[in-house]
């Protein structure tokens, strides 16, 4: 994994991650709060590829083959935010009287955040402590 951020008063203004998972499996992400970017998002793999418009808050996701040719194109429904579906999902693992949601379990959760901490470790940012 490779992490390098430039900082701007205490907080990452552009990001450039490179992730390697097993597998050969790897995620590639920049982001920036200093610079109008594009927001798109791609996967890439040996038969093809999707994009992803807007991948902060899905608007249209294209399939592609290997050739490059458009094989399938989904158009995403109206959302607020892209943040209703966690809503729906908490709401109903509270009906169901769960603990955890079915879409995100808790051992996922646990693995994104000592992701995170790994990338902060290497960036050597430390969440400061408010008292």
């Known amino acids: 994994m490779?992490?390098?951020?430039v900082f701007k008063n205490g907080v990452d203004a552009l990001d450039n991650l490179s992730l390697l998972f097993e597998n050969t499996?790897?995620?590639v992400m920049q982001c920036s709060v200093v610079a109008a970017q594009n927001r798109s998002g791609s996967i890439f793999g040996t038969k093809g590829y999707i994009?992803?418009?807007n991948i902060n808050n899905p608007e249209l996701i294209e399939v592609f083959d290997a050739d490059f040719k458009k094989i399938a194109s989904y158009d995403i429904p109206k959302q607020i935010t892209g943040f209703e579906y966690q809503v729906e999902a908490c709401m109903e693992a509270i009906g169901d009287g769960k603990i955890e949601c079915d879409a995100?379990?808790?051992?996922?959760?646990l693995s994104v955040i000592q992701l995170l901490?790994?990338?902060?470790?290497?960036l050597g940012y430390e969440i400061p402590v408010i008292q």
């Not at 490779?2 to 951020?5: L, Q």
């Open 25 to 27: 499996k790897m995620a």
């Open 117 to 122: 901490d790994l990338i902060r470790n290497q």
């Open 51 to 53: 994009e992803v418009t």
């Open 104 to 109: 995100l379990p808790h051992a996922e959760i």
């Open 2 to 5: 490779t992490a390098t951020a």
